[in-house]
């Protein structure tokens, strides 16, 4: 199924579940709170990076999530050419997911990450589901654990502060 992303959907972020090979994926704990993104510090995702601007070609945006969000990890993720998918956040932002391989499983460092990003974690993507995660993150490791392309979400379930699952 072809969909123009950036026309009709208005693609404004992306995102990448990249695993390694013993099966885990890569998370990113948040280091700053955007309610408008869907996100608070400390929730967990995929790595997502928002566009430079409109027509910025996907996979560009994606290289460039690499070099910030996985520091150390350029050219040393492989990344599928066709989006997986794309969810719509209730806060307005629509991401599209690729999913990457890495034959690495150490981690890079925080401190490389800037502020965005307080670490990274290797998990099972099963365990992944059980973390407090941010906005569209929870339906795309789903999608993803179900090799699911092509889906199209137009409602992921909103953010919930910390504070309110305590």
Known sequence: MTVPINGALRVRGVALVVRNPRGEILLVEEGETKPEFGKYAGMFSPPMETLLYRKEPLLTAVGRLIAEEIPGFSGHITVEEKWRGVYCLDAGPIAALFVGETARTDLPSPSQSGGEVNGHRWVH?????????????????????????????????PPMPLHALL
Do not use: N
């Open 125 to 157: 993507p099963r365990e992944a589901l059980e973390k407090w995660l941010r906005q569209g993150a929870w339906e795309m490791i789903v999608d993803y654990l179900e090799d699911r392309e092509g889906v199209i979400r137009r409602r992921c379930f």
